[in-house]
């Protein structure tokens, strides 16, 4: 059973457009939330987070959205540049436990 | 900078032979993890460990065992390596619960 799940395999934006990134949950008890980026043959690089107390929160040029209420986050990259093309994953945990669970990624292509 | 080490990039091993992932953080983090990743499968589980010489199965420990000796350093070992254990391997950190994994730049293993 997919806990968390991110529907689009890939994504193609053009440069200085907003990319926004999907991830869907199913666990209510889930109460960190987390979005990496990856390039290929590297690790997964950690972007930016959001607590369940939180709807909103931001880094610069990235956003991150969380709806409780949809069990859904969202991340957005504006404005979008050719170097954030790599795959993203979204992650999920809850208090009292150590290990987050990782959607399948969506890869993500800015064209130029 | 927290800084993950995973001792290869690439390894090629035979089926049956036993094989060593070794990982080192220079963070004095407690908590250490073991994830294979694979396409269309996003990031999974083996093994991790909250402490010195404690360890916790992950999502997909068989095939799979580990050692943690000394805070810094966290091994995953493959007992009897098969073909389906070809994939790659992603070390990570973390300091505390709910906050950021600090991933390593992963192991390429192919088993043939």
């Known amino acids: 059973d997919q806990q968390v799940k991110q529907n689009s395999p890939s994504l193609s934006v053009q440069e200085g457009r907003i990319s926004i990134l999907n991830c869907d949950y199913t666990n209510s008890m889930f109460d960190y939330f987390l979005w990496y980026k990856k390039y290929p043959a590297e690790g997964p690089t950690f972007l930016i987070s959001i607590s369940s107390i939180k709807d909103k929160n931001e880094d610069g040029r990235f956003t991150v959205f969380l709806n409780k209420s949809a069990k859904h986050l969202s991340l957005h990259i504006v404005p979008s540049q050719p170097g954030d093309s790599a795959v993203y994953f979204c992650?999920?945990?809850?208090?009292?436990?150590?290990?987050?669970?990782f959607g399948t990624g969506t890869r993500l292509k800015v064209l130029a | 900078d927290v800084k993950v080490t995973q001792s290869s990039r690439y390894l090629v091993k035979r089926t049956g032979e036993k094989v060593f992932l070794e990982c080192v953080q220079d963070?004095?983090?407690?908590?250490m993890f073991w994830y294979r990743q694979d396409p269309g499968l996003g990031l999974r589980l083996i093994y991790f460990s909250y402490d010195v010489k404690m360890k916790e199965k992950g999502d997909i420990p068989e095939g799979y065992s580990v050692s943690r000796e000394k805070k810094e350093r966290f091994s995953l070992i493959l007992e009897s390596a098969s073909t389906n254990q070809t994939s790659m391997y992603l070390c990570?950190?973390?300091?505390?619960?709910?906050?950021?994994?600090?991933f390593g730049n992963g192991t390429r293993l192919t088993v043939t």
């Open positions: 963070m004095d983090h407690e908590n």
């Open positions: 990570a950190s973390r300091d505390i619960t709910n906050s950021p994994l600090h």
């Open positions: 992650a999920a945990g809850f208090s009292g436990t150590y290990k987050y669970i």
